[in-house]
């Protein structure tokens, strides 16, 4: 007797999206003017960002913390009326309902600053009372393997469809540590006790060879500390350096696409004699390769009884760069001298704030922190520093995108340089922007088929099935010929992919046929 031939099956690797979604949370705090800054008359702008610290996944939610980053730039009240600025921050903590997510799956998350407003609190001018309102935006993966049906099984007919997924091909994960030493900035007094330190990092690069990737960085540390004065003033002051280092990731190679996420798990900081600071990161990579992948895959058997899976992953809708051409003319801020001589011109963040997709398009925003170092034109020629906020705007051509898909967009500095010009400093500078434009391809595809059940069962009757290794729901169901949902239905709190041996099912045998 001939045997029939299985039908063909490919086996893919990909990183399917179990839930996401996004919820709206308002921020409200008070902010305090730091010393020895003077009291606020007038808020001319203030600069938002926001950025998510940690994601921790729940049953069925997403906790996420972040902090809100304020730049703000006022008027003083004082007769002369300087302008002067400060960088403050609020956190923040969002819960995200992602029905099927657990404990262990992996978690991305972008956070949008939707409105922000900063007012002279009433009764204290130098309380500012802050209210904003954020959009957290979570996605929960996992890896998966599946096998899918690519061929009609013999004697059936099917319909198909060609999908184009992103194959992982290998993974990677690495903890690394980076420390780094600087000084309390001129202006700020010494460290007596540091009361916080709150650490961010971002890769800004990676170069992908033969089973890994190199990756490089920026890790910015924020310090709060009391200050080594008689009246104990709190102060906060922060730094952001480089850093690079690589990741094993097997099957990478130049021709697979890498995303590479950073996590700083812990900071510490050090100040052995209140001018000097060593800042300690502990920060986890994690790298995957994937390689697009097309092929024709079944999603229905008309002859024959089948098990669908549901394939939800991330499809690449377009990539595209733009180049933005800064250059800005401004004097240091009272009391600084002018400036007469650039000694280095140092690139602190370099950041993406906001993203709105127009057909084809893609609009983003961001800003540049530079840090200057100078000699003043003073007869001591002593040394100073400034730093300075460019902000940009552009836009990158993407074929295909809309309203509603996911961006993941990046900025890199390829060009900074500094001069003076009489009483000014001209600061130039490109910026490289980098945009993927993403949305989720959701497609049930046929994994298995069977022509029919093998095991007698009693009809309208409920019986006891023992799992063998292997099986699932589908599989069960085959055996008897019951209905699928039925037995699902029968077994609360079974996941019908992650049956154990031993399990005792129970199957609901359908009622007789006439």
Not at 93 to 104: R, Y
Not at 346 to 363: A, L, M
Not at 449 to 462: F, L, Q
Request: charged share 25%; net charge negative.
């Amino acid at each position: 007797m001939a045997g029939s031939a299985a039908p063909a099956t490919e086996r893919l690797r990909v990183n399917q999206v179990v839930n996401e979604g996004t919820q709206q949370v308002v921020v409200r705090g008070k902010v305090g003017v730091p010393d020895p800054k003077p009291d606020v008359a007038k808020i001319i702008s203030t600069d938002k960002t926001a950025s998510i610290k940690k994601i921790e996944l729940v049953p069925d939610k997403a906790i996420v913390e972040g902090v809100l980053n304020l730049q703000i730039v006022y008027v003083a009240f004082e007769p002369a009326q300087s302008v002067h600025h400060m960088h403050q921050q609020l956190p923040f903590t969002a819960m995200v309902e992602l029905p099927g997510v657990m404990p262990g799956m992996d978690a991305t998350g972008k956070v949008t600053v939707e409105d922000v407003s900063v007012a002279s609190g009433a009764k204290d001018p130098r309380q500012l009372e802050v209210a904003a309102v954020l959009s957290v935006f979570v996605k929960v993966t996992e890896m998966q393997e599946i096998e899918v049906l690519v061929e009609c099984p013999p004697g059936t007919t099917c319909d198909k469809e060609t999908i184009k997924v992103a194959h992982v091909v290998g993974s990677g994960t690495k903890q690394v540590i980076v420390s780094e030493e600087f000084t309390v900035p001129a202006e700020k007094p010494p460290v007596e006790k540091v009361l916080a330190v709150d650490a961010t990092a971002e890769i800004t690069g990676k170069k992908v060879l033969k089973n890994k990737v190199i990756v490089d960085g920026v890790a910015t540390v924020q310090v709060l500390y009391v200050a080594a004065e008689p009246d104990q003033p709190v102060h906060q002051f922060h730094n952001s350096f480089n850093f690079s280092d690589f990741i094993e990731v097997p099957g990478a190679d130049e021709s697979t696409d890498v995303r590479v996420d950073v996590q700083v798990e812990s900071a510490e900081v050090e100040v052995p004699d209140g001018e000097s600071v060593r800042a300690d990161l502990v920060l986890k990579l994690t790298a995957m390769a994937t390689r697009p992948k097309r092929l024709t895959v079944v999603t229905k058997v008309h002859d024959m009884a089948a098990e669908t899976a549901l394939l939800k992953i991330d499809h690449v809708v377009g990539e595209g760069s733009a180049q933005v051409v800064l250059r800005e003319a401004f004097e240091p801020p009272d009391p600084k001298p002018v400036a007469e001589k650039i000694v280095e011109t140092t690139v602190q963040q370099v950041k993406v704030t906001e993203t709105n997709i127009i057909d084809g398009k893609v609009i983003v925003r961001g800003f540049l922190d530079v840090s200057l170092v100078y000699v003043g034109k003073t007869p001591d020629q002593a040394v100073h520093a400034v730093e300075r906020r460019l902000t940009w705007r552009t836009f990158v051509e993407v074929p295909g995108a809309k309203e509603g898909m996911t961006v993941d967009a990046r900025a890199v500095v390829e060009f900074l340089r500094a001069d003076t010009e009489g009483p000014k400093i001209i600061l130039e500078a490109v910026i490289k922007v980098i945009v993927r434009v993403v949305e989720t391809l959701q497609r049930e595809v046929v994994v298995a088929a069977a022509p029919g059940p093998a095991v007698p069962c009693p009809p309208g009757e409920t019986i006891t099935h023992v799992v063998m290794p292997g099986e699932s729901f589908w599989s069960i169901a085959q055996k008897y010929g019951a209905n699928l949902h039925d037995i699902i239905k029968a077994n609360p709190g079974k996941h019908p992919h992650h049956l154990m041996p031993g399990d005792k099912i129970l199957v609901p045998c359908p009622p007789a046929k006439g």
